[in-house]
Structure formats: C-alpha cells, structure tokens
C-alpha cells in the first residue's frame, strides 16, 4: 500500500512534478520490464535474492565497497547497457550512482532501500566523486521508493545513528540559508520545512529508541528522511539540507579522508559544531551583544564581521527581526549534544577518529568549498 503522510504534507508533495511511490512494505507492483539490478554483496544478502527472483532481473553486484565516482557510474551504465530500468538495491552510495547512471541514459530508475542512513532517496541531486572531488550534480528522482521495514530496521545501528547525525543538518542549514536570503538576497523556499515540521519532533524525542534500533523510531526516522530529500527536490537544490555543517565535512574528507566513517556520523558532528558556530555569530551582533535589544525595524551591524574575498554585495546590516528569525529555527547546540548522545552517536571528532587540529582546519577552510554563502563567511 502507498505511504501517506500527513493531509498538509500531501497538499505540499502534490505540487511535485514527478512524485515517486512511496510504500513502507515493499508491496507495490512494479510494471513489466528488463530490469538491473545494482548492489554490492552486503545488500544482496540482505534482500538481493527475493528482489532478483520477484522481478526476473539482472544482477549487477559491485565489487567491494562501492565508491560513488564517475568510473563507477561508468561501469554500471556499461553493464546495464540492455536494461530499461535500474533497481538501486542499497543505500547512499549505490543510490547515488544508479541516481546518476540511469539519469544519464535517460532510464528510469526504482530505489530499494536497506538503511536510514541519509537522505538522498527522494532529491533530484547525487553525489558523486569527480577530478577527486565530491560534488552534486543534478539528476532524477526515482519513480518508486521501495521500503522494507523490517530490512531496513535490522540494518546495522550504526546506520541508523548515521541517519539521524544527517537529519540533524536541517536546522543549521536553514539557518544557513535564511542568512544567506537576508544578506545575498538569495531564494528562500519554507516548504521544505513545513514538510517536516509534523515529523522531526517524534523523531528527536525518540532518539533513545532509535539507538537501540526499535522499529517504530526506524519508521520515524525513515520518514523524515524522505521528506526531506523531497525537500530538496521542492527548493532545485540541496540548500534545505546542507549548508555550512556539509562543507565541513567534505573539506575535511577532501583533504584527510574519510577514514571509514558513514556520511551521517560526521554529519551529527559538523552540525552540533555549525550549531555552536551559529550561536556565537548571533550572539555577538549589536545589540544582543552590548545586553539590550532593539526594536523590530532596528539593523544590526554585520560590518566589524571580516568577510573572504569577493564580499557578498551587502555587507552592512541585518533586520532585527531578520536575525530573531534565524533563530526562531535553530536547535540549541546543546540541545543537539543531548540528541546525539542519547541515541549513543559520536560527539567530536576525536570519537569518530578525526585528527582535532586537521579538523580545526578543515572549519577554516571550508567557505572555500562551494559558492555557497553560509555563517561561515562570518567566522573570524
């Protein structure tokens, strides 16, 4: 049966152009076709098998641990040459490349889930490694997202706790791109985040569950992550989901590697750092700063902020309003902390086995990673 979410949300999902099935059993019937396959040997095991025999497909399963680069996409749009449609039978990475691949070749694609490890099911964008840089690039969405909850939820914890570090990104990077609209003028788009607004509350209180692996805090978690990649599909780009926390952490995997973390795990940490970064920012603009606060058509001052080369075009001042709004949507860091200790995920980069000093760095430098105006352009 196909998934429903809340009456708002679906006013929200209907405006889509192209809205992939989504079923939380597996169920739907998909159409006639010669279908691929693409896994590695983890998924198969997992649900390669049933999913091979109940569409009478080709399978391609990927060496090793898949790496989500261009000769990778390469590989699987050779071997899926004579194939309609192609089946991602994964999570990020095999999702990202048979994202990528089938957008290529202009063949539809139908996604497969087998963890709650991140939120790109349901974005028109994949990330895929190129000239040794990961980097977004436009594609499709899916035309059915396929959910086995009892699969997914007997996914390995450590997953799912990477599933809810990338959830976590929401309130930095819509504080990212709020003050990005204020200062740039850029576009700003809230239904992103009136899809998630019935959905994130469950999930963040429920973090204890969730780390133990139980199977209602699984749903709530897969929930949000859906949402929010259609999230990103709304707002023709990834700015709903990713903002500062993000560069920080593919500066740092661009630089040092990635060390065998999950994208979710480093996310959690750049996030509560991004948080406490935002917070600081905030705090320091006049008035706030001198303990007084004025009126709601009172500006703030952004010039004694120190801003890379080029500056953005206005530099001058911010709306208080415009400043109690950021944050009105900002999760306390502290608050973020609490969250991802409670579901028992990393804290600091030392605990995910980050170098401290390599990482300090990797914060400086990471405004320099993308055209993209975060609170990093405001860090000292």
């Known amino acids: 049966m196909e998934h429903r979410f809340a009456t708002d949300v679906e006013h929200i999902l209907a405006t889509l152009p192209s809205r992939p099935k989504i079923c939380m059993d597996a169920s739907v019937a998909l159409p006639p076709a010669k279908y691929s396959i693409v896994c590695d040997a983890n998924t198969y095991e997992a649900l390669g098998q049933r999913v091979e025999r109940e569409l009478a497909a080709q399978c391609i399963m990927l060496p090793g641990t898949p790496v989500p680069d261009m000769e990778t996409v390469s590989l699987i749009r050779r071997e899926t040459a004579s194939a309609d449609t192609l089946v991602a039978l994964g999570s990020g990475t095999i999702n990202d490349l048979c994202k990528y691949a089938s957008f290529l070749d202009h063949k539809p694609y139908v996604a497969f889930p087998t963890a709650p490890s991140m939120n790109g099911y349901t974005s028109a964008n994949a990330s895929i490694i190129e000239n040794g840089k990961k980097q977004s690039h436009a594609a499709h969405l899916p035309t059915a997202v396929l959910c086995d909850m009892d699969i997914i939820a007997s996914a390995p914890i450590r997953m799912l706790r990477a599933g809810l570090g990338d959830s976590l990104a929401r309130s930095t990077a819509q504080a990212d791109w709020l003050l990005s ?55 023709g780009g990834s700015y709903p989901a990713s903002g500062g926390e993000h560069m920080i952490a593919h500066t740092y995997e661009s630089l040092y590697g990635a060390g065998g973390t999950l994208h979710g795990e480093q996310i959690g940490i750049t996030a509560l750092t991004m948080a406490r970064l935002q917070e600081s920012i905030v705090a320091a603009l006049p008035p706030l700063a001198g303990g007084t606060k004025g009126g709601k058509g009172q500006s703030r001052s952004l010039s004694h902020f120190p801003f890379p080369h080029p500056p953005p075009p206005q530099t001058g001042e911010v709306k208080e309003s415009e400043v109690e709004k950021i944050h009105s949507i900002m999760l306390p860091s502290p608050r973020i902390e609490a969250i991802l200790k409670t579901a028992s995920c990393h804290t600091t980069p030392k605990e995910l086995g980050w170098d401290e000093e390599k990482y300090a760095q990797a914060v400086k430098q990471a405004r320099f990673s993308r055209d993209r105006f975060t609170f990093l352009n405001l860090m000292e």
């Open 181 to 235: 609209h204020f200062i740039k003028g850029t576009h700003y788009d809230a239904r992103p985040f009136t899809l998630l607004a019935p959905y994130e509350p469950a999930l963040l209180e429920n973090a204890a569950a969730l780390g133990r692996g139980d199977k209602d805090a699984v749903m709530k978690l897969m929930e949000v992550l859906l949402l929010s990649g259609f999230g990103m599909t709304l707002a």
